[in-house]
């Protein structure tokens, strides 16, 4: 299957511009760098916008969009830049009652003033939950990678990690570990049937417990404080209890399928139960029979009463693999069936965000008829190449993990990732770092898209950095070393 692709895909050869092409990425990704208080602060979401008249907000500081950012400039050493966009952050953590201790998704500086969004100025006054999580995540990565210890036990880190946690641990209506959302309440922030426990705020949470756990650690350390150990505890059974319920209810293989199409339903009682979410067996869809083949598994997109989604969410499944949530036999049925599903999750242009798309009324329903999203396009099918590194981290990170584990697979895998390195490579510059592209091979540029988009660039240039430049800094992504 890798060998037929390389030979059909011209795209996929080796450049000898290699040099050049990452010369210029460097390049614009220092003109994506903007300041707050006269200091760089992190990045704008795309360098070519239609600016403060056109109303749209690109030329702003997205927290999702500078996580590729902050691990690059880790990487390079520029630690003051990533301690400061984490300070402006915990300024900016809200201290309103309805919403206290949520980041915001985007912020930027205008007269002197710094102007967060919370969600009262996007589009749809959506919100974003995503970028609380990531939060502690890059704060460790970051007091971790600088040895900055100080930052990390400091008041104001321990004061912004305990109002997070405030926001999660607490009594709810259903009393299970997972957090509930609004639809579009992550990266895909425009309708698509993504509201309940979507994977990928699901795994970001996890991640996000993890790095609190280690953030704790760290000021445990060197006090000693009954209201720290009881917060310590309860947030490592909260993320213990997490992990094994999407384990059980997310985590799809074919011998899974098996049994679920076999399951009772209609099942009443607290004990003896097969079938909690009293899931019909019509609702799996035909398309997963071939999807998982035989030795392939995936985390699936969503679990509500009666409702699973299906769909396969490539950031969610990669962040899985990057925090350990999945166990290393997992990750590698998982690298199984990207390989297997190339032609779709790859295509022309890896990666796609989320297979297969809704398409006819199941479109005009779930997304409003949002023509951004017409099917293959943007969050709905849509090819975002921000999201190849999420997966080739994990790859990597496996490799580094367990080098000797089915080697003929993760040669595979590491073949796989340096055609789409070169696909990359061969059309990015051309197509301007677009945003997202279209179409069921991902070959025409968005149509909406934005061009030279940061996280586009950013995420090219970091995978470059674990290819090529120093593949052991894959550990860097690895939120479970202390
Ligand atoms: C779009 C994307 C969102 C991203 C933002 C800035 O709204 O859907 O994920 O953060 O653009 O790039």
Redesign the pocket.
């Known amino acids: 299957m890798a060998q037929q692709f390389s030979q059909e895909r011209l795209r996929v050869r080796p450049s000898s511009r290699e040099d050049a092409v990452v010369a210029r990425a460097r390049e614009y990704f220092e003109r994506t760098l903007i300041q707050v208080g006269g200091k760089p602060v992190g990045s704008m979401?795309?360098l070519k916008h239609p600016g403060r008249d056109g109303a749209l907000?690109?030329d702003e500081v997205?927290l999702?969009?500078n996580v590729p950012v902050m691990l690059y400039l880790l990487l390079q050493g520029r630690h003051e830049i990533v301690r400061h966009f984490l300070e402006v952050c915990l300024d900016l953590q809200s201290s309103a009652y309805q919403t206290r201790g949520v980041f915001p998704?985007?912020f930027v500086e205008q007269d002197g003033k710094v102007l967060a969004d919370y969600g009262q100025r996007s589009?749809g006054r959506i919100t974003s939950v995503d970028a609380s999580l990531w939060w502690p995540v890059l704060c460790w990565l970051y007091v971790r990678r600088s040895r900055d210890w100080e930052f990390g036990v400091s008041q104001k880190v321990q004061r912004g990690v305990q109002l997070l946690l405030d926001l999660v641990l607490h009594p709810t209506f259903e009393g299970t570990p997972v957090l509930f959302v609004p639809d579009c309440a992550?990266?895909?922030?425009?309708p698509m049937d993504v509201w309940g426990a979507p994977l990928e705020v699901e795994v970001l949470l996890f991640g996000c417990l993890r790095s609190c756990c280690q953030l704790m650690e760290l000021a445990q350390k060197g006090n000693t404080s009954r209201l720290l150990d009881q917060r310590l505890l309860l947030t490592r059974a909260w993320q213990h209890d997490l992990r094994l319920f999407l384990l059980k209810h997310y985590w799809v293989t074919s011998k899974t399928l098996q049994v679920l199409r076999r399951r009772p339903t209609e099942q009443y009682g607290e004990h003896q139960y097969q079938n909690e979410f009293n899931v019909q067996p019509q609702v799996i869809p035909p398309w997963l029979q071939n999807w998982l083949e035989e030795r392939g598994g995936y985390l699936i997109g969503n679990m509500r009463t009666g409702r699973p989604d299906f769909r396969f969410y490539s950031l969610g499944n990669a962040l899985a693999c990057l925090f350990g949530l999945v166990s290393a036999p997992q990750q590698r049925a998982l690298f199984r069936l990207v390989l297997h599903n190339r032609e779709h999750l790859m295509a022309q242009m890896p990666m796609r965000i989320c297979h297969p798309p809704m398409e006819g009324d199941e479109w005009r329903d779930k997304t409003g008829s949002d023509p951004k999203n017409w099917p293959w396009s943007?969050?709905n099918g849509g090819h975002w190449p921000s999201l190849l590194w999420f997966l080739g981290g994990a790859i990597l990170l496996h490799e580094q993990r367990h080098p000797s584990a089915d080697v003929l697979l993760m040669g595979q895998m590491k073949a796989m990732l340096e055609e789409c390195y070169w696909s990359q490579l061969n059309q990015l510059p051309r197509q301007q770092w677009a945003?997202y592209f279209d179409g069921p091979t991902g070959t025409w540029v968005g149509q909406q898209a934005?061009t030279y988009?940061?996280?586009t660039i950013v995420g090219f240039l970091l995978l470059h950095h674990l290819l090529r430049v120093n593949p052991r800094d894959v550990t860097l992504l690895d939120i479970n070393t202390p």
């Not at 992550?186 to 425009?190: K, L, P, Q, S």
Request: net charge neutral.
């Open positions: 979401a795309a907000n690109y997205f999702r969009d998704t985007s589009i992550f990266m895909i922030d425009r943007y969050h945003e934005r988009q940061t996280w």
